[in-house]
């Protein structure tokens, strides 16, 4: 370990596939793992990063290829690499019936960490945490970010040269992400390699090595700054807009020299496609606007990676009925509250939101976001306040409310073992849909998100974006006029995310009101307003910029969404 | 410290773990120390297989001093309420309704040819509802056995001698031949199943669902410190759960306990290391809590309810399910602790008794130990 340069763990030509699995979940995949660095793996859900750490730590055995941590194989020397290898699977591993310091004990005597030194490693694993104050608590009772760092705590108990951290960051508000960013860079200073894996693709540009994995291949792997040398000069930023942020998206995606578009704020956030140059006047926008080049982002050059995204409209404006554009309020709660015992899940929260308009429920896990979201769909009944959503009082009419609404839940919510038709025939049943209004409901969905080849499939087989597309059909058969999405494209690759919005921005269209709830910051620009959620208060609301706004300080002039919540959530406290 | 030591602390760090797990989780110690009282409770006080008095229809189409003496007869035993009538199809309406559990027609010749023994078929006929046997059996028996005192006595008094053999009965090992006495015991296998496969089919699935033992395993856990520190912590709540319900079953319910201590303890030992050792198989193989309790459900409790001889006896099976029954461990534990409590430490039943149950736990344990992988396929 001399050379701080030599790979602490090499993986050449790597293969994994599962039985009955047609493709497999890993190929051809080659990495070192640099000490000193952290190395990002990066990907949406599915695309094997899990896979890949568990085959690091030992715990399974490659189909074909090379692996060695430390000079060693992983798969037949396990026990000698036990100590030097720390790995964090998701949730932390950790026992949330054991206290802080049982959880620690019982992984300090699995490595046999006894005596002095392990009075002077739990000393400083717990200053390091900063948990020294909660060892007596149940580690179920700790917040998404002290979980994290016990998870940390336990892992790093030994010495381990290798730490493989799967997905520390999900769960986890941005204050404790950045937090446990720095507690890695002062553990990468001290020579070992952390290799971090994430669905947030923010997070790989603070690593300095990334491996961006999708559908089991390696697409990319270098410095980010390298991707970001991809689409320089090609990213582009169309502001000082006349109309609608979402009405340019979609007349800019019309021009075939864009690759790739999102709305960003009040303007809208362009690829041009290489060699080819963007003019706004070709987009038919109004002619104040303007174009001006900005940074890219880690995600604009995973996009050029996979070709750009086919410009697609949804046929959802037109196989939806048309709503009244009249701006008049359809959601208003006052001091909306919800108590569990003596624990305020949402405090006084008290929100308006305008026919048509998106409207984006941020904060981390645990802050009330979901609580919230839930008594606004009738799901959760508020201790006290009032909430009015489409005219009707929840409080004494909930169904009535109820069948105004669509909701797509967390997670995929529907019937794996039915197919797709059935799904749909049960949930439009259960809206009072019946006889020809059902059929041709679902004929014009499975039309607008071109579902008629996938009829007969169980719903469970489909790959991620069409149980997407299906679980939003489902929440749009009996043509809600407000739309509850509940955290609907987390771990979601880039284009099945695309596709999504392109779909409520053409629900949005119509007129139909959007209730979205996230903790991915990016996601937050797609809303017209958003509401900041921290500690069951809503600290703020306004428009993506308004907040950005209200985060700008001379040290930081254009902050990202994530900045600005971590300054309004800090300044709140 | 020595590699040993290191080994041992692992192991009790592990046990250690498990335990808090148990005392912290009320569901755990509801199932083991409450459940138990219940159960008993059900089947002490509420189930009952003994049938106390059924009603007899009895029809006099014979109304001479003889008939009416044998009506009497059956009137004054214990066993019969009866109900008197002249009509045999009434009284079949009688049955159909379900008013009398069988009836007893006395023919119009019945006076001369029970008495002077004159040639001809018996006059008496005996309906009974075969539609529960158990009852139509009952019946039958005790009016057979009414016949033959009223016969007897009514020789005797017209001073001839009784003719026939008499065959006194008597039960031995429950001379009450109270259903409690085998039922209580024998229940003591369900709570012991529930408390062994229910509580331990979750523990290893529990570990997969919340992905704490991918932690353990990058931890080096071994197969044998992982199966070892699931066992012991239930083996030693399973035992005390024993103890409280042959407690209950002795004193509470005062069945009398021929046998000794040691046995009886042997006896909860061996049969509490297969049903821990199915329900850890089931959860290692299942590593869903769900699919495993719903396993645990058909492949422990439902056998040793049905197949294990407590409440349906095994003798009077079909004989493909009789041998279905030398696998379920539950049967060999039933006969072991009836014995145990009725007719005391009978070593020539107890010795093969024990003998399945030990196979059935080392088969158990040994199964889940082979399928028990140190990585995650």
Same mark, same amino acid.
């Given at each position: ?204 540009? &603070?690593?300095?090595?990334? *491996?961006?994995?999708?559908? =089991?291949?390696? /697409?990319? +792997?270098?410095?980010? !700054? @390298? %991707? #970001? ?27 075939? &020299?864009?690759?790739?578009? *999102?709305?960003?704020?009040? =303007?809208?956030? /362009?690829? +041009?496609?290489?060699? !080819? @140059? %963007? #003019? ?294 | ?377």
């Amino acid at each position: 370990m001399t050379n701080p340069r030599q790979a602490l763990a090499t993986i050449r030509g790597l293969r994994k596939s599962f039985p009955g699995e047609n493709k497999p979940a890993l190929s051809d995949v080659d990495l070192d793992v640099l000490p000193g660095l952290v190395t990002g793996l990066v990907g949406p859900d599915g695309a094997g990063k899990t896979t890949l750490l568990r085959l690091l730590a030992g715990l399974l055995v490659p189909t074909r290829g090379e692996l060695s941590v430390l000079g060693l194989n992983p798969t037949h020397d396990s026990d000698a690499l036990r100590d030097s290898i720390g790995y964090m699977p998701q949730k932390f591993g950790l026992y949330e019936d054991l206290s802080v310091m049982e959880n620690l004990a019982l992984y300090a005597d699995l490595k046999g960490l006894v005596g002095e030194r392990r009075r002077t490693t739990f000393d400083r694993l717990l200053a390091f945490t900063d948990l020294a104050r909660f060892t007596d608590r149940l580690a179920g009772r700790l917040s998404g970010g002290m979980k994290q760092k016990l998870g940390l705590a336990c892992t790093l108990l030994g010495t381990p040269k290798v730490l493989l951290l799967d997905e520390p960051g999900v769960g986890v508000d941005p204050v404790s992400r950045r937090e446990l960013w720095r507690m890695v860079h002062e553990l990468i200073a001290g020579g070992i390699a952390v290799v971090w894996s994430t669905a947030y693709l923010d997070e790989a540009e &603070a690593c300095d090595h990334v *491996v961006l994995l999708n559908e =089991g291949e390696i /697409l990319f +792997a270098g410095a980010p !700054a @390298e %991707l #970001h040398d991809r689409v320089r000069n090609r990213v582009f930023l169309l502001s000082d807009l006349e109309e609608r942020p979402r009405i340019a998206l979609k007349n800019a995606r019309r021009d075939p &020299a864009s690759m790739d578009g *999102v709305v960003q704020g009040r =303007g809208v956030r /362009l690829i +041009a496609r290489p060699d !080819a @140059e %963007l #003019h706004p006047q070709d987009f038919g926008v109004s002619s104040a606007a303007t174009l001006r080049p900005t940074r890219p982002r880690f995600e604009d050059g995973f996009i050029d990676l996979l070709g750009g995204v086919p410009s697609a409209e949804s046929e959802l404006a037109n196989a939806i009925s048309e709503h009244p554009h009249d701006d008049a309020i359809v959601i208003r709660t006052q001091q909306l509250t919800k108590k569990y015992g003596d624990f305020k899940a949402a405090d006084e929260i008290s929100v308006s939101v305008k026919r048509g308009e998106v409207f984006g429920l941020l904060g981390p896990n645990g802050a009330g976001k979901s609580t919230t979201f839930k008594m606004l769909c009738g799901l959760v009944s508020p201790t006290s306040g009032d909430a009015q959503v489409a005219g009707v009082n929840l409080r004494s009419s909930r169904s009535e409310a109820r069948q105004r609404l669509g909701y797509m839940a967390q997670k995929f919510s529907l019937y794996g073992n039915l197919s797709v038709r059935q799904n749909m025939e049960f949930f439009g049943g259960a809206y009072a849909l019946a006889g020809k209004r059902l059929k041709s409901a679902i004929e014009r969905m499975v039309h607008v998100f071109e579902l008629a080849p996938l009829m007969r499939r169980a719903a469970g087989d489909l790959p991620l974006g069409h149980k997407q597309r299906l679980a939003l059909a489902c929440a749009l058969l009996h043509g809600p006029e407000i739309l509850f999405l509940d955290e609907p494209t987390s771990g979601v690759d880039p284009l099945t995310r695309r596709e999504f919005w392109t779909h409520i921005n053409g629900v949005v269209e119509r007129g139909v009101t959007v209730l979205v709830t996230t903790h991915f910051m990016d996601e937050a620009e797609y809303c017209d307003r958003i509401g900041l959620i921290s500690r069951g208060k809503m600290i703020a609301t306004g428009t993506p910029d308004d907040l950005k706004a209200k985060a700008t300080t001379p040290e930081q002039p254009d902050p990202t969404m994530e900045e600005a919540f971590i300054a309004l959530v800090t300044e709140a406290a | 410290m020595t590699d040993l030591s290191l080994r041992l602390r692992r192991l009790w760090t592990l046990c250690r773990k498990e335990t808090l797990q148990i005392i912290r989780d009320p569901s755990t110690l509801l199932i083991a120390f409450i459940f138990p009282g219940i159960l008993l409770f059900i089947f002490g006080a509420g189930i009952n297989l003994d049938s106390s008095t059924v009603t007899l229809g009895v029809v006099l189409e014979d109304t001479r001093p003889q008939a009416i003496s044998l009506a009497e007869s059956l009137a004054n035993s214990p066993t019969f309420r009866v109900k008197t009538g002249f009509d045999a199809k009434q009284m079949g309406d009688e049955l159909r309704a379900g008013r009398v559990r069988g009836f007893l027609i006395v023919r119009n010749d019945f006076s001369e040819r029970a008495l002077r023994q004159s040639p001809g078929t018996p006059s008496l006929l005996l309906i009974t509802d075969g539609s529960e046997p158990n009852t139509a059996s009952f019946v039958a028996a005790h009016v057979r056995g009414a016949i033959a005192v009223w016969q007897r006595e009514e020789l005797r008094r017209l001073g001839r001698q009784p003719t026939g053999i008499d065959v006194e009965t008597r039960s031995w090992f429950n001379p009450s031949t109270e259903s409690r006495n085998f039922l209580l015991p024998g229940s003591i296998s369900i709570v012991m199943t529930v408390v062994g496969a229910l509580l331990t089919a979750l523990v290893i699935a529990r570990e997969w669902e919340r992905g704490t033992m991918e932690a353990l395993l990058a931890a080096g856990i071994t197969r044998f410190e992982l199966l070892a520190s699931k066992v012991l912590p239930y083996f030693v709540l399973g035992l005390i759960s024993f103890v409280i319900c042959v407690g209950l079953t002795r004193y509470a319910f005062g069945v009398p306990f021929r046998g000794s201590f040691g046995a009886v303890m042997l006896v909860g030992a061996l049969f509490l290391g297969s049903a821990l050792g199915l329900g850890l198989l089931l959860s290692t193989v299942l590593r869903s809590q769900f699919n495993a309790a719903q396993a645990a459900l058909n492949a422990a409790f439902l056998p040793a309810l049905m197949l294990s001889g407590f409440v349906f006896e095994i003798s009077s099976m079909p004989p493909i399910i009789r041998a279905v029954t030398h696998v379920v461990p539950a049967r060999y534990f039933v006969v072991a602790i009836q014995t145990v409590f009725q007719a005391g430490d009978v070593w020539s039943v107890l010795i093969p008794a024990f003998e399945g149950l030990g196979l059935a736990a080392v088969g158990f344990l040994g199964f889940t130990y082979l399928k028990t992988r140190r990585r995650l396929e």
